[in-house]
């Protein structure tokens, strides 16, 4: 049986507050925090399930190419061509 994790721990996890743990909760932000699993009213989250969620943004930041840096647009207002 996986440990239980309630949302002071996954706020350890995340390194972030409760309450920002509470905002995702109410907003159901379930990209940025992995969906909780109800206990009663208290929503909780298995460490496995939460070591998954880590994995496959982990796997999808990876698949992300940085941006050429080559082909940078130029800041500002664009000259007159003549």
Do not use: C
């Amino acid at each position: 049986m996986d440990p239980i994790l309630e949302k002071s721990d996954l706020a350890k996890v995340f390194k972030t507050t409760v309450k920002a743990i509470e905002n995702h909760l109410s907003r159901k932000n379930y990209d940025i925090i992995p969906a909780p699993i109800r206990l009663g009213r208290r929503p909780v989250w298995l460490e496995s399930q939460v070591q998954e969620f880590f994995n496959a943004k982990l796997t999808a930041q990876q698949a992300l190419t940085p941006p050429s840096l080559s082909q940078k647009k130029k800041r500002g207002r664009p000259r007159k061509t003549v």
